[in-house]
């Protein structure tokens, strides 16, 4: 039996999703997938031994260009690859009009969630099979549900295995601190990763910051010069990012797909959380550590802090999850491990 996954972005999202897969695996041994993926990430489900083969789409530029897109032949070309896939069935692990869409187009079997478990309702009506997931439960929970669902398995009662080989030799005395993320709301205030870098240093740690664009390039210059702790990391893909999250000795990170990635190396780690909820999508793993911030209006799921000025720092829910506090967490998280 061959299986198409739908899940194409974004980083976290895809992470979230192992754990699933692990199960099928594992309740099909000669089961074969294979996944549809945005092409920024298209590294990412290579990761996971179960994956036989990846395909890469391209929403995201197409959308920018559609008539050069159109031209180009690429949106025709990909229709012909997923009709050849010979699909005994199609998992849209996304819940999204720009997923169900694609996954119709492999002519197969479509399962989803249905219309009261998944985000955009209207793509429920592009599946075959509508499945019933409890959207109160984290997103690791539902996906290992909707495939258990999907594909006929009992749901094991062990905890998500994400399936990621794991480093033998010795780790690194080497911290990677993730200050990048999406949404201004969720950044650390710069002075916290300034001081978190100096406990680093002081400790005997040396500190890597890595980056992803110009914005993010700058911050890390700035914060690696103000700390003097540690070292810039040169631009990196996802393959590089992911092995030294792998050899670290620990991470600190904000709310991000790497912080995801981290957990599921079993990497001791730290992620903050300020304006987002961890119970639905925070990170989950065997040394992970999430700090939520409790001040009265977090988390407030707001892009944007929308109570600026409140507190000494920026943005205000995270005047709770000082330096201190991060450090000792992590120091936790570390102990005991090899």
């Known amino acids: 039996m061959r299986v198409l996954i739908v899940k194409t972005s974004s980083l976290g999202d895809l992470i979230h999703a192992f754990p699933a897969l692990t199960d099928a695996a594992a309740a099909h041994p000669g089961m074969e997938f294979h996944w549809l993926v945005e092409e920024a990430f298209a590294a990412v489900p290579a990761w996971h031994p179960a994956v036989e083969r990846v395909l890469p789409i391209?929403?995201?530029r197409w959308r920018r260009s559609p008539w050069k897109s159109l031209r180009s032949g690429e949106p025709a070309h990909l229709r012909r690859q997923l009709k050849a896939g010979g699909y005994d069935l199609v998992i849209d692990a996304q819940g999204l009009l720009k997923s169900?869409?694609?996954?119709?187009?492999?002519?197969?079997?479509?399962?989803?969630?249905?219309?009261?478990?998944?985000?955009?309702?209207?793509?429920?009506?592009?599946?075959?099979?509508?499945?019933?997931?409890?959207?109160?439960?984290?997103?690791?929970?539902?996906?290992?549900?909707?495939?258990?669902?999907?594909?006929?398995?009992?749901?094991?009662?062990?905890?998500?295995?994400?399936?990621?080989?794991?480093?033998?030799?010795?780790?690194?005395r080497t911290l990677l601190f993730l200050h990048g993320t999406t949404w201004p709301s969720k950044h650390w205030p710069e002075a916290y990763w300034i001081e978190l870098a100096r406990l680093a240093r002081e400790a005997g740690y040396h500190v890597e910051w890595p980056w992803h664009g110009d914005a993010e390039r700058r911050r890390a210059e700035r914060l690696c010069g103000e700390s003097g702790a540690g070292e810039l990391l040169p631009a990196l893909d996802l393959d590089g990012l992911k092995a030294r999250l792998a050899h670290a000795a620990g991470v600190v990170g904000v709310d991000s797909g790497l912080a995801h990635v981290a957990a599921a190396l079993g990497t001791p780690a730290v992620t903050l959380y300020g304006p987002t909820r961890t119970g639905?999508?925070?990170?989950?793993?065997?040394?992970?550590?999430?700090?939520?911030?409790?001040?009265?209006?977090?988390?407030?799921?707001?892009?944007?802090?929308?109570?600026?000025?409140?507190?000494?720092?920026?943005?205000?829910?995270?005047?709770?999850?000082?330096?201190?506090?991060?450090?000792?967490a992590l120091q936790a998280q570390m102990e005991g491990c090899p």
């Open 58 to 60: 391209a929403l995201r």
């Open 100 to 172: 169900a869409l694609p996954a119709r187009l492999a002519g197969a079997t479509v399962a989803g969630y249905d219309r009261r478990s998944i985000r955009e309702p209207l793509a429920a009506s592009f599946y075959h099979r509508r499945l019933a997931v409890s959207r109160e439960l984290h997103a690791i929970e539902r996906i290992r549900r909707l495939f258990a669902l999907a594909l006929g398995y009992d749901l094991p009662g062990t905890a998500p295995d994400y399936g990621l080989a794991r480093p033998t030799e010795e780790r690194e």
């Open 280 to 328: 639905l999508t925070g990170a989950v793993g065997p040394r992970q550590r999430n700090l939520e911030s409790d001040l009265d209006c977090a988390p407030c799921l707001k892009r944007q802090c929308p109570r600026p000025g409140r507190g000494r720092v920026e943005p205000a829910c995270f005047e709770a999850l000082a330096p201190e506090r991060a450090w000792k």
